[in-house]
């Protein structure tokens, strides 16, 4: 059943627009998990975790690492621990501070996170082909009017709750 | 940190597009989120159940509920039995089947859905309240082909793979 006829309401626009965007990212995820599975026996939260090592050539503590993920599902140190048996990830020492350390990809984790990123924006790709270059920039534009909307509606009822509740 | 700021590919505008996409859908589900927590002491999969059962006066059997489902998260079973012990849902046995039931609100669960769903519907209009109306068709519209560009590869990948499987 399609989910868009699920719009019944007083504002059928937005509550379309809503349940399309949904729709829209469900999709593009799904086979983005499907080609992770597939391809490279992985997983959508490992390829995240993998990721957002390949941005910081030192790697990051784990709390840090933990609040860049964007998506949720498995635990974080669980992950973590699979990708450093496997040898994609290591542990190193913190400098200066002999109870902690940073996680980082080993040279084997990043060429085989370069594989992954690789087939992963194709997929991407493929997913707005049918769109002009034009009209790509036009929904990203809209899409920004739109994240800068939401983001202020968020902090602002995360604000009222915390005021509520003190 | 923001998402977009990863996008650093041979294809970026394609791969921002998708980061921005992504990132408006969270932001927006946070805020659902929130709201339901706070305003309703409730969550995103038992809204989703709701809102599944608000649409068949009948109601439905769990398997046909458990397809619809818009939301991961959540084990329906466990959610139902929740939802029944509240009162909002019931089952019913299903006629000329001694062994088969459906399940479907009550009229008090209708009522506290409704409530529910205005809510939802203001949360969403206010996402897209900086978009005229002609900027909402013009985004609707470009991603009804996002929708069927990614629905096509999404099949296309799936047939793939059960023939490589089979």
Same mark, same amino acid.
């Given at each position: 059943m399609d989910l868009e006829s699920r719009a019944h309401a007083e504002n059928p626009d937005e509550l379309r627009l809503w349940l399309r965007l949904l729709t829209c990212t469900q999709l593009i995820e799904k086979r983005v998990r499907l080609g992770l599975r597939t391809?490279?026996?992985?997983?959508l939260p490992r390829f995240d975790l993998m990721a957002q090592l390949e941005r910081e050539p030192h790697g990051m503590k784990m709390g840090e690492l933990s609040r860049r /993920? /964007?998506?949720?599902?498995?635990?974080i140190t669980t992950i973590t621990d699979q990708l450093v048996k496997e040898g994609w990830v290591e542990r190193v020492d913190e400098a200066g501070d002999r109870r902690a350390w940073r996680v980082q990809l080993t040279d084997q984790g990043r060429a085989y996170f370069h594989d992954m990123a690789k087939a992963h924006e194709r997929w991407i790709v493929n997913a707005f082909e049918t769109l002009s270059l034009k009209e790509i920039q036009t929904i990203h534009k809209l899409l920004h009017k739109i994240k800068l909307q939401a983001q202020d509606n968020l902090h602002e009822s995360l604000i009222d709750n915390l005021a509520e509740n003190s």
């Amino acid at each position: 059943m399609d989910l868009e006829s699920r719009a019944h309401a007083e504002n059928p626009d937005e509550l379309r627009l809503w349940l399309r965007l949904l729709t829209c990212t469900q999709l593009i995820e799904k086979r983005v998990r499907l080609g992770l599975r597939t391809e490279f026996e992985t997983t959508l939260p490992r390829f995240d975790l993998m990721a957002q090592l390949e941005r910081e050539p030192h790697g990051m503590k784990m709390g840090e690492l933990s609040r860049r /993920m /964007m998506v949720s599902g498995g635990n974080i140190t669980t992950i973590t621990d699979q990708l450093v048996k496997e040898g994609w990830v290591e542990r190193v020492d913190e400098a200066g501070d002999r109870r902690a350390w940073r996680v980082q990809l080993t040279d084997q984790g990043r060429a085989y996170f370069h594989d992954m990123a690789k087939a992963h924006e194709r997929w991407i790709v493929n997913a707005f082909e049918t769109l002009s270059l034009k009209e790509i920039q036009t929904i990203h534009k809209l899409l920004h009017k739109i994240k800068l909307q939401a983001q202020d509606n968020l902090h602002e009822s995360l604000i009222d709750n915390l005021a509520e509740n003190s």
